[in-house]
């Protein structure tokens, strides 16, 4: 298995602009989360979908930010207009079952620098 | 989870040396408390998680503990080599709020 895959992983862009991070998730996981991690405020949950429902979006930080899972295999994490506090590692994550309890594997990441 | 403590955030030792990190957590009905490696620019793994049911769980040189009455748990490294220099973060989940909440993050070095 090729494991969890994010794209693009690195992305430049500057401020006002629209950023779309994607991940696939590993087959057969129906759980899905996306994270961001911030030096200053380390490892944060920005949403969890389980069976492509979103059931955690507490996350989410603001209405600049949203998520689809329009089918198993494809999550967007997309961010409209994106600022430079939006800078930070974004990481996709999967698991197979329900809530929290199960082993998360990561995406390798996508490096957003919004300048 | 609401709320995890972890330290230190900074840890230093020579190889062949133990290494311990402790994590401190709110939640007590918090029953799934997995640790995570990240190594410099690279996505975080899971090592080793434990269960409430379980107060201590071993892997070759690594083992994590649990103290559910004090809510608090904790990874220990053994006989620490320089590939074992990352970022450790632990993280409590399966709480009131059903959700993994991580620590700030442990910086491991191990000197030769």
């Known amino acids: 298995d090729a494991g969890v895959i994010q794209s693009p992983r690195h992305e430049v862009t500057e401020m006002g602009q629209e950023v779309t991070l994607r991940c696939k998730p590993i087959s057969g996981h129906n759980s899905l989360f996306w994270y961001r991690q911030t030096m200053m405020r380390g490892l944060e949950l920005l949403i969890y979908f389980n069976n492509n429902v979103p059931i955690d979006d507490s996350g989410m930080p603001e209405d600049r930010f949203s998520a689809k899972m329009p089918n198993a295999s494809f999550s967007t994490l997309k961010i409209q207009p994106s600022e430079p506090r939006d800078s930070a590692v974004y990481f996709c994550?999967?698991?197979f079952g329900t809530g929290y309890q199960e082993t998360q594997y990561f995406g390798p990441g996508t490096r957003l620098l919004v300048l | 989870g609401e709320n995890v403590e972890q330290h230190p955030s900074t840890l230093s030792v020579q190889e062949g040396d133990s290494a311990v990190i402790k994590c401190t957590y709110s939640?007590?009905?918090?029953?799934?408390f997995p640790w995570y490696k990240q190594e410099l620019g690279k996505r975080p793994q899971l090592i080793i998680d434990?269960?409430?049911?379980?107060g201590e769980k071993k892997d070759q040189r690594i083992a994590v503990t649990l103290n559910k009455t004090a809510k608090h748990f904790s990874l220990h490294i053994t006989e620490t080599q320089p590939e074992d220099s990352a970022v450790y973060f632990c993280?409590?989940?399966?709480?009131?709020?059903?959700?993994?909440?991580f620590g700030k993050g442990t910086l491991l070095t191990v000197n030769p």
């Open positions: 994550a999967s698991s």
């Open positions: 993280a409590e989940g399966g709480g009131s709020n059903y959700k993994l909440t």
């Open positions: 939640d007590s009905a918090s029953n799934y």
């Open positions: 434990i269960r409430s049911n379980v």
